[in-house]
């Protein structure tokens, strides 16, 4: 069974920087691509990031490019998304994804299978 566990979600004045983490277990981390989405209140889910099997390569959302970088460490089966210069419109619940078969970057919710439970990020302006 897929399991993803994020952590690292909190509260951050704007221009601050905080990274979150997702744990995957269940399935052999390194052949899968790995996203991060986020969604706020009233709001759809919106991609955020994605990053290929193996050590591939990555997307970023226009909206977080510059200031955002998903990464995974494959020995550790964890996913990371290093968010800097944080502003109050990134207030979201975060989450992690993933999907067996998977491999390359897709920007479509529909794509991912299995989804962590959350975390929270609040930025005060």
């Known amino acids: 069974q897929v399991q993803l566990v994020e952590s690292g979600g909190g509260l951050v004045q704007a221009g601050g920087s905080l990274r979150l983490s997702c744990v995957v277990s269940g399935h052999t981390f390194s052949y899968y691509a790995m996203a991060w989405f986020r969604q706020a209140p009233e709001k759809e889910r919106e991609f955020v990031a994605s990053?290929?099997?193996?050590?591939?390569?990555?997307y970023h959302a226009p909206s977080v490019k510059g200031r955002f970088t998903i990464s995974r460490d494959n020995d550790k089966n964890t996913v990371y998304l290093q968010m800097n210069s944080l502003k109050s419109e990134d207030t979201a619940v975060y989450y992690c994804?993933?999907?067996?078969?998977?491999?390359?970057?897709?920007?479509?919710?529909?794509?991912?299978?299995?989804w962590g439970q959350g975390t929270q990020v609040t930025v005060s302006s």
């Open positions: 994804a993933t999907a067996p078969g998977l491999v390359g970057i897709s920007t479509s919710a529909h794509d991912y299978d299995y």
């Open positions: 990053i290929a099997r193996g050590s591939g390569s990555a």
